[in-house]
């Protein structure tokens, strides 16, 4: 008995003095990657703090935010949320500008669910849920866009440089029949979004800039805009009275 029982305490005192050896060290690599994904998330949120802030758009919008952030697109280049003043009180809004060597892009941002069936020539879109026995007719986000950048356009009036529309659709919605895309629109789910933003970086020629410095100022007033609640409430009202609901009598 002593002699088969000696190899089996020996192996249980070599498992202990393993563990005693081993286990410290992998607790220690384990606190310092936990502290360094903590100290990442940290400094990723400083840098979405410099770009826009909680309360500022949709949850969709802060998220391809944070998207283009992760990766390495400059903080400083991409500007959120933006209140264009167009006179008489009136303002376009436009979700998300990135400011690209090659051009100007802009996001027009949707968080929808269900089949999304369009043509880039129709006034609406359409959104069909429950397999096909609900739909809902929703304003053309191409044609959406399209007025977004004309008066980006007219705000950068100096600068002769070219304009890329992107239409991004987040939650859990599916592309269906859309056609008629003009050149420079793209139409993408969010998990392609980087895909179509590289595409556009690396298909294109780069762009003259006249004056970099005064585009940045004049979309940094931009997004600066909205952060007065009179004119968040202006707009508001704005787009009821062109929508016209309460002179609806039924």
Known sequence: M?????????????FLLFLLGVLPAILYCADILYKQEEWDKEKEEQLFHTVTSQHRGTNAERDLVRELLKNDIPAQTIFHDLYIEL??????????????KVGIIVFEVKDYSGWIYGNGNQTNWTKVLAFGEEKYPFYNPIKQN??????????????QIPFYSIIVFYGNCELKDIDFVPRGTYIVRDYRVLEVF??????????????????????????????????IARHCENINDMLGKDRVYR
């Open 2 to 14: 002593e002699t088969n029982e000696r190899p089996k305490i020996n192996g249980y005192i070599f």
């Open 87 to 100: 006179g008489n009180d009136k303002f376009s809004q436009v979700d998300l500008v990135v400011a690209t």
């Open 146 to 159: 399209e007025k977004h950048i004309a008066n980006l356009k007219k705000l950068l009036s100096s600068e």
């Open 198 to 231: 590289r595409h556009i970086i690396n298909n294109n020629p780069q762009a003259n800039y006249n004056d970099k410095r005064k585009i940045v100022e004049l979309l940094k007033k931009a997004v600066a805009n909205g952060d007065k609640h009179e004119n």
